[in-house]
C-alpha cells in the first residue's frame, strides 16, 4: 500500500529518431508523456515549438475500421501489434487496398441490396394499404378520362367530402388510427379544381414507383418475393464475408492494431517540442523503472536523457500512481471513483478494502447468501472478466465469515447449530434479535475506530504535505482526534461508572484542543511563518469576524463528530434489517403447504440478496465517502497514464 | 367552496395544465427549422406525444398539425364537461358556441366574397356532430338572406334579423359586431343562469374585461391606421365590457393615437401594457388575457378554473401557430419569440 515514486524524465535527440523515441516510451509501458512546453511556459520556451503535423495514419485507420465494421471483425480483441513488413505508411496503405479489391464489390453489392430491401419494402407497405384497389396500376394510371391520385386522406377530414358538390370520388381501400388509405378521381377537365380540394383537405399523395404495373396484391407479393431474394442475397454475402473474416480476421485484426498503434503513437508528437533539427519531449516515469528505460533507449543513439526529481518543475502536476497488493487491488475502482490521491498524499485503497469488506459482512450475514456472492464473484472474475467479480469474491466470503457468527444459513437461523455443537460452542455466537443493542453499540464502535484511523490517516498526509493546519490545529488533525478521543473516553466512563474527569483532563484534553481547532488557521501560520495574523489574506476582516465565522465553523464541527459516528448506526440497523427481511419470508414459508415452501425461500432469498445487497453495498460507499475520505481525502490527483499502456488497452 | 366532483375536476384540470408547454419548450420550440422538426419536436413532448404519435413528421402539413391541436383542445373540453355530466349547461358549451360563431362568419366571408370552397377548406371537421348547425346544409346557401333563412329555426335566428335589417348597406364588419355581440351576450347570460353567484361574478370580471381590452385594441388600430372618426370607431366596438359609456365615450373621442395611449394609461391603467412592445399589440393583449386567466386558474371555483383553462389551451395553440407560421416565412426565433405569449 503506497504511492509510487515518479521521477521527471527529459529526453531530447535527433527529429530522425523521433519515431524511434516515441516507439521506445510506449514500449517501456511506464511513460506519463506531459507536453513539452507547458502553455503558461509559452513565453519562455526558448524557442521550443510544439510540432502540430496532420497525421497520415488516422485515414488509413478511419477506413480499414469502417471495412472491419462492415466485415464483422471486432477490431478491439487484438492481442498482439508486431506485424512484420508494415513499416511505413505505404505498406499500409497498400494492404488496405487490396482488402478493398478483394471485398470491395461485395461490400458494395450488400450495400446495394440493403438500399434496394429499403425502398421495396417501404413500396410494399404503402400497397399493402391499398389492396381493396383490385385493378392494375397500369390501368388506372393509362385512364384517357378520368384523374386518379392514390394516397392517404386524414379520417377528419374525410367526414368533410359531403359539402362539395363537384364531380369526384373517394374510395378508401384501408383505414388506420388516423388516415383513409384509397384513392379519388374525377375527370381530367376538373383535376385542377379537384386536386386543389383534395390538398385542402390534406391528402398525402402516395408515388407509385414506375416499375409497379399489375394489380397491388400481385405488385405487393411480387415486391415482397423481391425483398426475400434481396434478403438471401445479403444472407450469402454475409456468409462470404464471415468465411473472409474467419480466414484472414486474425491478420486483420494485427494489422489493424499496428495501424492503431503506429497512428496513436504519431499522436504522440503534438506533446513534442522541436529546435534546429532536434526533438525536446519530457515526462513521468517510477523511480523503479529508471533503469530498465534507460536500456531501452540503448539503440536510439542521438537520444540523451536526464533524470531530476518530480518536482523539478512547478508548473507540472506529478501523476499518481498507486501500490496496491492482491486484497486491496479490486478495491481501486472505488477509491478512483471519489477520485485519485495527489502524489504526496496518502493512497486509502488498502484501508477501504479492509473496512468496505468488514462492513460488508457485518451487515449482509449470511453464510448461504455469502457463498452466493461468492461464487457469483468468481463466476464474474473467471467467465466474465468483470473487474468487480474480485470485490464480490471478497465481500461474499466476509459475509460468510459474519453470517457464521451470526447463525444464518439462507435465512434458517438454526440451521447451523448442529456445527456449533460439533465445534464445541454449543450454540450461535450472537442471537441478532436477543442482542440488539450489543449489536447498535458495536456498529457505533466499530464507527469511531473507522474515523479515529481516518483522523490519524489525515495528520500523516498533514504532515508529508506540512500542511500543519491539516496534522495539528484541524478538526480532524490531532486536536481534534485528542478532542474526539477524550470525549469518547469520558462517554465510556459516564457508560461503565467509572468516570474519571477531573479539571486537568477537560482543560488538558478537551478545551485546549478545541482552543486549538478554533484558532487553528493562526496558528498555524504562526509555526510556518512565525508570525501571528488571523487569516492567510492578511487584512481580511478583523477580529470579530474571526470569532463569528470560527464559532459557526466550531459549532459545524461539533455536530458533525456526533452525526459521523451516529452515522454507523446504520451498519446494526442493516444487521436487524437483514434479519427481520429474512424472518418475514420464513414467516411467508410457514404459511404455504410443502410445495410451495422451497420456491418462497428460493425467491425470498433471491429477493434479499438482491435487494439488500444492492442497498448495503450502496450505503458502505456511503459510509466511505462521507465518513471517512471527507475526513483526510481529497482526491485532487491525476493518475499515471503511460503512453504504452493506454496503448496497449486500446489495442486490447 | 365547491364539491367533492368540481374538485376533482379541479385536481385534473391542474395535472392538464402541468402537462402544458412551459417557456423553456416554447424557447426550444422556436430555435427549430423546419416544420418537421417542431412537429418531431412536439411529438416528443408529454402533453402532445400520444396525439402525434402516428404521425409521419416529414410529409405532415403545417394546415393539418395545426387543425389537429385544435381538435386536440376541443375535445379536451368536451371531456372535462362530459366528466361533470354538464353538456346541458350553456356555460360549459361556450367553446362550441365560440367555434360556431367563428364558422358562421367564416360562411359569411365566403358568400361574400363568393369562394365557398374556402369555407369547406377551414371548416374544421371535428365541429361536425358537435354542433347544433348543419354546416354541410348551410354551406349551400349563396346568399345572406338565404342563410339567415335556413337559420331561422336556431338561436341565431335574431342576430341574423339584425343582420338583414341593416339592408343594403350589409358588410362583413357589421356581421362581425351583430355575431360577436350576439356569442358575448349568450355567453355572459349563460354564466349568470347557469353558475352561482360567486363564480359568475369572478368569470364575467374576466370576460368583460377581455372584451375592454379588445374594444381599446380596436379602437386604438382604427385610429393608428386609418384614422378613424368617432362614431366610426364607436360602431366597432362591442357592449358589455367594464368601462363604462363615459370612458368609452371620452376614448373614442381621443383626436390621435397617442392620445389614445396617454387615455389608457391614465384611466384604464390594467390595458397600459398594450403599448409597451410597440408593434406587438396583439401579443400584449395575449399577455394581459393570459395573467388574468393564470389569477383564475389559482381560484378554487371550478367553472373559473375550467374557463381559465380553456383561455390558457387556445392561447398555448396560438402560440404552436405562430411559431409554425414564423418558421414558414423564415423569421429569426427572436422574432419568433416576440409574438408569443406565456
Known amino acids: ?652 | 367552496m365547491g364539491t367533492g366532483s368540481d374538485k376533482a375536476t379541479i385536481t385534473k384540470i391542474r395535472a392538464m395544465h402541468g402537462k402544458m408547454l412551459t417557456p423553456s419548450d416554447y424557447k426550444i420550440l422556436v430555435s427549430k427549422k423546419s416544420l418537421s422538426e417542431v412537429c418531431e419536436c412536439l411529438k416528443n413532448h408529454r402533453k402532445f406525444a400520444g396525439l402525434l404519435s402516428d404521425i409521419d413528421v416529414n410529409t405532415v402539413r403545417r394546415g393539418y398539425l395545426e387543425q389537429l391541436i385544435r381538435k386536440f383542445n376541443f375535445d379536451t373540453f368536451i371531456k372535462l364537461r362530459d366528466f361533470q355530466h354538464l353538456k346541458h349547461e350553456e356555460f360549459y358549451n361556450t367553446l362550441s358556441l365560440r367555434y360556431e360563431t367563428e364558422q358562421l362568419l367564416a360562411l359569411i366571408s365566403s358568400i361574400f366574397s363568393g369562394r365557398k370552397e374556402e369555407f369547406i377548406a377551414g371548416f374544421p371537421p371535428y365541429l361536425i356532430g358537435k354542433t347544433k348547425l348543419d354546416f354541410p346544409g348551410l354551406s349551400q346557401s349563396t346568399s345572406i338572406a338565404e342563410l339567415a333563412k335556413m337559420l331561422e329555426g336556431t338561436a341565431y335566428k335574431k342576430p341574423m334579423e339584425q343582420i338583414m335589417q341593416i339592408g343594403e348597406g350589409i358588410d362583413y364588419l357589421g356581421c362581425e359586431i351583430i355575431l360577436r355581440t350576439h356569442y358575448h351576450k349568450r355567453v355572459l347570460k349563460s354564466i349568470k343562469t347557469d353558475l352561482p353567484e360567486s363564480d359568475g361574478e369572478l368569470i364575467s370580471k374576466a370576460v368583460r374585461r377581455e372584451l375592454d381590452i379588445r374594444n381599446i385594441v380596436n379602437a386604438y388600430r382604427m385610429k393608428a391606421y386609418f384614422n378613424a372618426s368617432r362614431s366610426q370607431i364607436k360602431d366597432i366596438l362591442l357592449p358589455f365590457g367594464r368601462m363604462g359609456k363615459a370612458k368609452t365615450d371620452a376614448l373614442c373621442e381621443c383626436p390621435t393615437a397617442q392620445d389614445m395611449q396617454d387615455f389608457i394609461r391614465v384611466n384604464y391603467p390594467v390595458a397600459a401594457a398594450l403599448f409597451e412592445k410597440g408593434d406587438f399589440i396583439e401579443t400584449q393583449m395575449a399577455e394581459i388575457n393570459l395573467k388574468s386567466s393564470k389569477k383564475l386558474l389559482r381560484t378554487q371555483s371550478m367553472p373559473s378554473v375550467y374557463f381559465a383553462f380553456l383561455s390558457l389551451c387556445e392561447n398555448e395553440a396560438d402560440n404552436i401557430i405562430h411559431i409554425i407560421e414564423g418558421i414558414r416565412y423564415g423569421l429569426p426565433s427572436e422574432k419568433i419569440e416576440e409574438l408569443l405569449a406565456y
Not at chain 1, 390538398?199 to 405487393?220: A, D, K, N
Not at chain 1, 449489536?439 to 495528520?459: C, E, K, R
Request: aromatic share 12%.
Open chain 1, 1 to 652: 500500500m503506497g504511492i509510487e515514486k515518479m521521477l521527471l524524465v527529459n529526453i531530447d535527440g535527433s527529429m530522425s529518431e523521433l519515431d524511434k523515441a516515441l516507439l521506445r516510451c510506449c514500449e517501456s509501458g511506464c511513460f506519463h508523456i506531459e507536453p513539452a512546453v507547458s502553455k503558461s511556459a509559452d513565453q519562455r520556451s526558448g524557442g521550443l515549438s510544439m510540432l502540430s503535423e496532420k497525421n497520415p495514419y488516422t485515414p488509413l485507420m478511419r477506413e480499414m475500421s469502417e471495412l472491419c465494421r462492415r466485415m464483422g471483425i471486432e477490431t478491439d480483441k487484438t492481442i498482439n501489434y508486431s506485424e512484420q513488413g508494415f513499416d511505413t505508411l505505404s505498406d499500409f496503405a497498400d494492404y488496405l487496398q487490396s482488402l478493398r479489391d478483394e471485398l470491395g464489390a461485395l461490400i458494395n453489392e450488400r450495400q446495394e441490396c440493403y438500399k434496394e430491401i429499403s425502398e421495396k419494402g417501404a413500396t410494399a407497405k404503402q400497397l399493402h394499404h391499398l389492396m381493396g384497389m383490385n385493378t392494375d396500376f397500369e390501368q388506372v394510371f393509362n385512364c384517357k378520362h378520368a384523374h386518379i391520385r392514390l394516397g392517404k386522406l386524414p379520417i377528419d377530414s374525410y367526414d368533410k367530402l359531403e359539402y362539395y358538390t363537384e364531380t369526384f370520388f373517394f374510395v378508401p381501400f384501408d383505414k388506420d388510427k388516423q388516415f383513409y388509405w384509397g384513392m379519388y378521381f374525377c375527370t381530367k377537365k376538373d383535376k385542377i379544381i379537384v386536386d386543389e380540394i383534395f390538398s385542402s383537405l390534406y391528402f398525402e399523395r402516395i408515388r407509385i414507383p414506375e416499375s409497379v404495373h399489375g394489380t397491388p396484391e400481385r405488385e405487393y407479393d411480387e415486391l415482397c418475393d423481391d425483398v426475400n431474394r434481396l434478403s438471401l442475397r445479403v444472407e450469402e454475402i454475409n456468409e462470404a464475408l464471415v468465411r473472409f473474416s474467419e480466414e484472414r480476421g486474425d491478420e486483420i485484426r494485427r494489422i489493424y492494431a499496428l495501424l492503431r498503434f503506429k497512428n496513436n503513437t504519431f499522436d504522440l508528437r503534438k506533446n513534442v517540442a522541436s529546435l534546429n533539427g532536434r526533438f525536446f519531449m519530457k515526462g513521468f516515469i517510477p523511480k523503479s523503472r529508471k533503469d530498465s528505460f534507460k536500456k531501452m533507449f540503448s539503440d536510439v543513439n542521438s537520444a540523451t536523457l536526464s533524470f531530476l526529481p518530480p518536482n523539478s518543475e512547478p508548473d507540472l502536476k506529478i501523476p499518481t500512481k498507486l501500490k496496491n497488493g492482491w486484497f486491496s487491488r479490486p478495491y481501486i475502482s472505488l477509491v478512483e471513483m471519489y477520485g485519485v490521491p495527489v502524489y504526496n498524499g496518502i493512497n486509502p485503497t488498502l484501508f477501504v478494502a479492509i473496512t468496505y469488506t468488514l462492513l460488508f459482512g457485518i451487515m449482509f450475514g449470511d453464510l448461504g447468501q455469502g457463498l452466493v456472492v461468492l461464487l457469483a464473484g468468481l463466476f464474474m472474475t473467471h467467465k466474465l472478466k468483470n473487474k468487480y467479480g474480485a470485490l464480490l469474491t471478497r465481500c461474499g466470503f466476509s459475509s460468510m465469515a459474519f453470517g457464521f457468527v451470526f447463525g444464518s444459513l439462507f435465512g434458517f437461523e438454526h440451521a447451523l447449530d448442529p456445527v456449533y455443537k460439533a465445534i464445541g460452542i454449543g450454540e450461535k455466537p450472537i442471537e441478532i434479535f436477543d442482542k440488539t443493542t450489543f449489536i447498535l453499540i458495536s456498529a457505533v464502535a466499530i464507527g469511531v475506530g473507522i474515523i479515529a484511523i481516518s483522523m490519524i490517516m489525515n495528520i500523516v498526509t498533514g504532515f508529508k504535505q506540512r500542511d500543519y493546519e491539516k496534522a495539528i490545529f484541524g478538526c480532524n488533525g490531532i486536536a481534534g482526534f485528542v478532542f474526539y478521543g477524550s470525549v469518547i473516553t469520558a462517554v465510556l466512563g459516564m457508560l461503565t461508572g467509572k468516570s474519571f474527569t477531573n479539571t486537568a483532563y477537560v482543560i488538558l484534553l478537551i478545551v485546549i484542543p478545541l482552543v486549538c481547532i478554533f484558532c487553528r488557521v493562526p496558528f498555524s501560520i504562526a509555526v510556518k511563518y512565525k508570525k501571528w495574523q488571523l487569516s492567510e489574506d492578511e487584512g481580511e476582516g478583523g477580529i470579530g469576524n474571526f470569532i463569528v465565522e470560527n464559532f459557526f465553523e466550531m459549532f459545524e464541527f461539533l455536530l458533525s463528530y456526533v452525526s459521523n459516528t451516529l452515522s454507523f448506526l446504520r451498519v446494526g440497523g442493516f444487521v436487524l434489517c437483514h434479519a427481520g427481511m429474512m424472518l418475514v419470508v420464513m414467516t411467508i414459508m410457514e404459511m404455504f403447504a410443502g410445495a410451495a415452501q422451497p420456491i418462497i425461500a428460493v425467491v425470498g432469498n433471491l429477493f434479499v440478496m438482491a435487494m439488500e445487497g444492492m442497498i448495503v453495498a450502496i450505503q458502505i460507499i456511503r459510509l466511505e465517502f462521507y465518513e471517512v475520505f471527507s475526513r483526510f481525502y481529497d482526491g485532487d490527483g491525476i493518475p499515471f497514464e503511460p503512453v504504452g499502456e493506454s496503448l496497449a488497452t486500446d489495442i486490447e
